[in-house]
């Protein structure tokens, strides 16, 4: 006894819509995801990320830098002490501001891998 309308062809066929359909979805974020990264104020040709303007990098050199997200880099407040300047964007409303240091110019940030001989 057979059931109608769910022969092996049928079913292959639905399988490869499937597949296509998948695809089709990757491709659509993908592009999505480039393009968004290409029109974002953040990047940088330099290889980094380029958050702030050239003027703000000089102003907050030195300082722990609040900004309202990852997409908007607007400076909300500034201190030496990250935790300071938390405070201070939450104060003014901003619950989730995100925070990170400025350098001073020519300062290098360079993390060194942990060793044995290191800890030792």
């Known amino acids: 006894m057979q059931n109608p309308g769910y022969d092996a062809w049928g079913i292959c066929g639905l399988i490869i819509l499937a597949i296509c359909l998948i695809w089709l979805g990757i491709n659509k974020l993908r592009d999505k995801f480039q393009k968004s990264k290409k029109t974002n104020a953040c990047d940088y040709e330099g290889g980094g990320i380029k958050v702030l303007s050239e003027e703000d990098t000089k102003k907050y050199a ?59």
């Open 62 to 120: 030195g300082q722990n830098v609040c900004t309202v997200s990852f997409k908007d880099n607007t400076v909300v407040s500034a201190h030496l002490d990250a935790t300071v300047a938390v405070k201070k964007s939450r104060e003014k409303g901003y619950l989730e501001p995100v925070c990170f240091y400025v350098p001073m110019p020519g300062e290098k940030l360079i993390f060194p891998e942990r060793s044995e001989s290191a800890t030792a």
